[in-house]
């Protein structure tokens, strides 16, 4: 979705899950790659923005700080901050399509398989209820984020995004 969201705006994608797998495939722990992951995002996402690009940053949001980090860099270069939400209602479906797609070394390969990666000291988490408990309790803008309901094709989704986020011309 990111990708197609690209085109239509002449924007670039930062991969959050590509970064990741890079710092992964070199020897770096989980969470430290999860952590430099998210600081590179922000360091590539400004560099971007002082080209005059748009930017995507492809990725989930579980932590308050992506919102905040992301409305100042918006806000500093005098952007505007669109939050979009690509979300399946259907754990099933969901895990389905995890699980038929090439992951990423840093993608959870189904909704109670993690990423290969992580940490042994994790080994007993049931990682179907902490996805279930991110699901149900996502970090997103109060009233301003768009919510797209990923169960349709993506030309859909697409269109559904693109109707909120590009003004309409003016009559």
């Known amino acids: 979705m990111a990708n197609l969201l690209a085109r239509s705006i002449d924007g670039v994608v930062i991969n959050h899950d590509l970064i990741k797998s890079f710092f992964l495939d070199n020897e770096i722990l989980f969470d430290q ?7 590179l995002d922000w360091v590539l996402a400004e560099d ?9 940053i492809d990725s989930v949001c ?16 005098s952007y505007d901050y669109k939050y979009v939400e690509c979300q399946v209602n ?21 909704v109670d398989r993690p990423p290969p990666d992580v940490s042994e000291t994790r080994s007993n988490e049931d ?17 301003d984020g768009i ?9 859909e989704c697409l269109d559904y995004i693109l109707k909120q986020i590009v003004p309409l011309p003016d009559i």
């Open 33 to 39: 790659a999860a952590k430099l992951t998210y600081r």
């Open 48 to 56: 971007m923005i002082k080209q005059g690009r748009n930017v995507i």
């Open 62 to 77: 579980n932590h308050n700080e992506v919102l905040h980090r992301g409305t100042a860099l918006a806000r500093q270069y």
């Open 90 to 110: 259907d754990t099933d479906l969901l895990d389905r399509r995890l699980r038929s797609r090439v992951p990423l070394r840093s993608q959870r390969t189904g």
């Open 127 to 143: 990682y179907r209820k902490v996805f279930k408990w991110r699901f149900e309790n996502p970090c997103r803008p109060a009233g």
């Open 147 to 155: 919510i797209v309901d990923s169960t349709g094709s993506p030309e």
